[in-house]
T-cell receptor
Framework: GAGVSQSPSNKVTEKGKDVELRCDPI?????LYWYRQSLGQGLEFLIY????????KSGLPSDRFSAERTGGSVSTLTIQRTQQEDSAVYLC????????????FGPGTRLTVT | QKEVEQNSGPLSVPEGAIASLNCTYS??????FFWYRQYSGKSPELIMS????GDKEDGRFTAQLNKASQYVSLLIRDSQPSDSATYLC??????????????FGKGTKLSVKP
């Protein structure tokens, strides 16, 4: 079946602009995760959705970051007033809401803030 | 102390040899452990999961878990140049069950020389 999809694959934006990143999880996966991967920083967790609710937003780096999920499927990560330090690859993963909780990643969105 | 630690490498092995990748974790209550492979410019790909002490084999890959020592490893037998990638160890941070976000190590870069 189809894997996790993300769009756009690349996004270049000017500092101060808002951006929206989209994730479409594997069909039937109720859990959805956003991660960020920066050079030298490794993979860091941002936010987790179970259905449409986000029980854990602890990884969001500032209040400029927000995310929502509708219909238990597609999720959007929004970054307002982008800064250069927001440049990274943003990765989405999804999993079933039961064991073995294996998470499968999408191809990512490479965000460059100029 | 970092939550998940790996040697950054690079680890260089000749083609056909066994590659041994190691990982330690700090949270004793962790229950679920994963190895991801990440090729340059690509997203992480799940290759192994392990939940119980002992060995788990899948083709040329064997994952080993020792919860008493808080240690997990990945062995790659008959290494091929196509195995050259960064290998990421990940542990689930539980939400009181088994669901949760992944905590990643920084990864070990493996190079298999023909």
């Amino acid at each position: 079946g189809a894997g996790v999809s993300q769009s756009p694959s690349n996004k270049v934006t000017e500092k101060g602009k808002d951006v929206e990143l989209r994730c479409d999880p594997i069909s039937g996966h109720t859990a959805l995760y956003w991660y960020r991967q920066s050079l030298g920083q490794g993979l860091e967790f941002l936010i987790y959705f179970q259905g449409n609710s986000a029980p854990d937003k602890s990884g969001l780096p500032s209040d400029r970051f927000s995310a929502e999920r509708t219909g238990g499927s597609v999720s959007t990560l929004t970054i307002q007033r982008t800064q250069q330090e927001d440049s990274a690859v943003y990765l989405c993963a999804s999993s079933l809401n039961r064991g073995p909780y294996e998470q499968y990643f999408g191809p990512g969105t490479r965000l460059t803030v100029t | 102390q970092k939550e998940v630690e790996q040697n950054s490498g690079p680890l260089s092995v000749p083609e056909g040899a066994i590659a041994s990748l190691n990982c330690t974790y700090s949270d004793r209550v962790s229950q679920s452990f994963f190895w991801y492979r990440q090729y340059s410019g690509k997203s992480p790909e799940l290759i192994m999961s392990i939940y119980s002490n002992g060995d788990k084999e899948d083709g040329r890959f064997t994952a080993q878990l020792n919860k008493a020592s808080q240690y997990v490893s990945l062995l790659i037998r008959d290494s091929q140049p196509s195995d050259s990638a960064t290998y990421l160890c990940a542990v689930i941070r539980n939400y009181g069950g088994s669901q949760g976000n992944l905590i990643f190590g920084k990864g070990t870069k493996l190079s298999v020389k023909p």
